[in-house]
């Protein structure tokens, strides 16, 4: 750890994990936030604070907000654009945020109603260890040192499995070679959020890295415990608050349940759909309501029982599901425990689409398309570490009619950032290299119906469409669901959970891969922690129901299309010597601008060499690579090429033998005879044999027409051309321009 950032704070306690040290320290820095502290991980340091509001409100739910911000002065950068500082938050940060939201919400006690806040800030970024992870164990720190009654603490770890090896909080370089990543966090002896990616790993090389990272969240959890003592003893007294839980009178309760009881469990075992179940429970609640309303004529002080019956009611429908699950063995919708819901799949379905697929599985629906472009398409990311091109995008929409709704859209919100990103991890290790195939590649999943697990809707659906579009995929991807009830120590797992499973049950388990092993896994609980042997059966669970999926999706298509989408733009890929990126581009750039305008292509250039050429018509693509594959090869002195004169001048010509190439025809090499004017034998755009006399060191040219003619007399007659300004011209055109160019 540096010294610079070593103990900024009063109070600095550290925890050796591997060969890092992890350091939480507080006591100096923000202290009139609830609670406050900066976890470091050498050089990279971040500030959590909590804050509560002091008066409860009037709500059903956690008012939490997690934030998490990156400030670009952490990296030594100024923000780029036209407004030099922070504004709205990247992809990054919201992503940051729900990480740190995940497994603090289940922490906090039932009935607390006062507006919170878990703020992170990163402060100091080393370009080796990422912050995100850092936030977790900071804002439950926070949280501990707070006012607030939360049943923490809860630390987190990032874990990768590099070359055979567990490593803890992995470096980016580290994490670029891995073959397993994973984010865990939990309490001591239980886990409450995984999410990572992998390279079709096994079930038990994921179980024993999770084995691994639990051992590092108990000392670190230790770690926050000696922390609030330290800061007691330091003087730092904080009285918890009392939960204000708003519960209805017993009398309101006994009656609309003993009214409700009976309807719920009938409709819960009735095997209804979505809309089925839905409409039993309302009208259910709309009956006790007119009951009541009715009552109310004789009994005045029956109208406050009016705002208890939705609660009431949810609360009977959320005991009454997991008991039938518990106890009688028996899920809502009468499926067995490991049953997957009833797949269809519609592929192709757009024509025009370069690759479309519709995967529905039970009430779920997501319409996937794949659109294949340039590497001018690829999205510039820019993150704290610095910018960088990303070159597969997954975009996840969820429109308000997928469940009967009436919202406008106004750009995605996190939920839809979160999916989108669990389903681009799922599907990333299963894409060709980009060597092998280097477009551009967009997944767009739009959920046209939702009831449970829309996210692994997207991650079958975009591998479909990919499959469609004949992009080379490794292999094919699904992902399913699972769910949890636990009580007591007895349990149940559910694979493929439907909506009602999800609000109701303990787990959100979402497991993603391929035949071979897991590429994408997000896991939430709602309880305070799940036991690695329960993880491992859930695991297990997960294993068959993808192998079914996976089994549904072959039966429709099994491998990638052998050839691309008629619609889809043909790309090549070549590679010039870094000193021809300057005759490529031409003079102000002229040589590109004319394959672009020529034969209707795109073509980008990459500092490397690197060139692409992208375009929808297949014999223009053919046309531009050819002339770009001939600005690679070198004049041979003594060889003849046929060329083509470009342009007239008084002491010669300048003859193009490749494209973009051109060498100098002096008047005294034009023919046997002695030549007054070039124009008397020449004139722009003719056709001429030429011989290459010499190239000298700066790659000029220097041709011969009458070496043709008669052999052995280009030495008769005619010297060499001065290098005047004029002369120069003749090595192939000014190097420099634009390194890339890609309008069409």
């Known amino acids: 750890m540096s010294s610079l950032s070593a103990s900024i704070q009063k109070i600095n306690l550290t925890e050796q994990v591997g060969d890092k040290t992890v350091s939480v320290q507080t006591g100096t820095l923000a202290k009139q936030a609830g609670g406050a502290v900066t976890v470091h991980l050498g050089d990279t340091v971040v500030l959590s604070t909590v804050t509560a509001q002091k008066n409860p409100k009037d709500v059903g739910f956690i008012p939490l907000t997690s934030e998490y911000r990156e400030r670009t002065y952490a990296a030594g950068r100024i923000p780029g654009g036209f407004f030099k500082r922070e504004s709205r938050p990247r992809e ?90 994973i984010v865990v966090a939990g309490k001591k002896g239980a886990l409450l959020m995984v999410e990572g990616t992998a390279r079709e790993v096994p079930e038990d090389v994921f179980i024993n890295a999770l ?10 959890c230790d770690l926050q415990l000696k922390l609030v003592a330290d800061s007691e003893a330091s003087g730092r007294k904080v009285a918890k608050r009392a939960v204000d ?41 709309e009956g006790i309501v007119k009951e009541i309303e009715t009552a109310a004529a004789e009994h005045p002080d029956m109208v406050s029982w009016l705002p208890y019956v939705g609660r009431v009611i949810e609360d009977i429908t959320y005991t009454e599901s997991r008991a039938m699950v518990l106890n009688d063995r028996v899920r809502p919708d009468g499926r067995a425990f490991n049953e997957v819901r009833p797949i269809s799949i519609m592929l192709p379905v757009f024509a025009k689409l370069h690759g479309s697929a519709v995967f529905t599985r039970g009430q779920t629906q997501s319409l996937s398309s794949v659109t294949l472009g340039s590497p001018a398409d690829m999205q510039i990311m820019d993150v704290l570490e610095g910018e960088y091109k990303e070159r597969f995008l997954l975009h996840y929409n969820f429109p308000s009619f997928s469940v009967g709704e009436v919202k406008p859209e106004r750009g995605p919100g996190r939920r839809e950032i979160g999916h989108g990103a669990l389903a681009q991890r799922s599907l990333v290790p299963l894409l060709p290299p980009d060597e092998e195939f280097p477009y ?102 997960a294993r068959q129901g993808r192998l079914h999926i996976l089994g549904k999706m072959n039966e429709v298509i099994s491998k990638p299309r052998e050839a691309l989408s008629p619609n889809a733009p ?39 060499g690197s060139v692409f050429i992208t375009g929808v018509d297949s014999d223009g693509c053919d046309k531009a690579k050819a002339e770009v594959e001939a600005l690679t090869v070198e004049a041979e002195v003594g060889k003849i090429y046929k060329g083509r004169v470009v342009s007239i001048k008084e002491f010669g010509a300048f003859v193009e033998i490749f494209p973009g190439r051109e060498g100098l025809l002096h008047i005294s090499q034009i023919d046997v005879t002695r030549v007054n004017r070039v124009e008397d034998v020449l004139k722009e755009g003719d056709e001429v044999e030429v011989k290459v006399l010499e190239v000298d060191n700066d790659g000029k040219i220097r041709l011969s027409r009458k070496a043709i003619l008669a052999p052995g007399s280009e030495n008769e007659g005619g010297g060499r051309p001065s290098r005047d300004r004029e002369g120069n011209r003749g090595g192939g055109g000014r190097r420099g321009g634009p390194r890339s160019h890609s309008r069409r």
């Open 440 to 541: 551009t590649i967009r997944v767009v999943s739009e959920i046209l119906e939702s009831n449970g697990s829309s996210s692994m809707a997207t991650v079958c659906g975009g591998s479909l469409a990919l499959f469609d579009a004949g992009v080379p995929m490794k292999a094919a991807c699904a992902g399913v669901a699972m769910g949890l009830v636990y009580e007591n120590g007895k349990y149940a797992i559910l694979t493929d959970i439907a909506g009602i499973e999800d609000h109701n049950g303990d787990m959100d388990f979402k497991v993603a891969g391929s035949e071979r092993g897991i590429t994408g896994f997000q896991m939430d609980m709602k309880v305070e922690g799940l036991s690695i042997s329960i993880m491992k059966e859930a695991l297990e669970a």
């Open 245 to 285: 839980a708003k519960t209805a009178p017993k009398p309101v309760t006994d009656y609309i349940t003993g009214k409700a009881l009976e309807p719920i469990k009938t409709a819960l075992r009735g095997k209804f759909d979505k809309f089925g179940l839905d409409s039993a429970i309302s009208g259910i609640k």
């Open 92 to 181: 990054k940060e919201i992503l940051s945020s729900r990480l740190v939201d995940r497994p603090i919400r289940p922490l906090f006690p039932e009935g607390w109603r006062y507006e919170t806040m878990v703020h992170t800030i990163v402060l100091s970024v080393d370009g080796q260890n990422d912050s995100d992870v850092l936030s977790i164990t900071g804002g439950s720190a926070a949280l501990m040192l707070s006012d607030i009654p939360w049943n923490g603490p809860v630390s987190a770890v990032r874990v990768a499995l590099v070359e055979g090896a567990i490593v803890m909080f992995p470096t980016f370089e580290q994490r670029e070679k891995a073959e397993l990543e």
């Open 211 to 220: 084995d691994a990272a639990s051992k590092v969240i108990d000392r670190l």
């Open 570 to 608: 043909r790309l090549y890929r070549l590679q010039i010597p870094m000193d021809k990126i300057g005759a490529l581009i031409g003079p102000g750039g002229k040589n590109i601008r004319r394959l672009i305008e020529t034969y209707g292509v795109e073509v980008d250039v990459e500092d490397d």
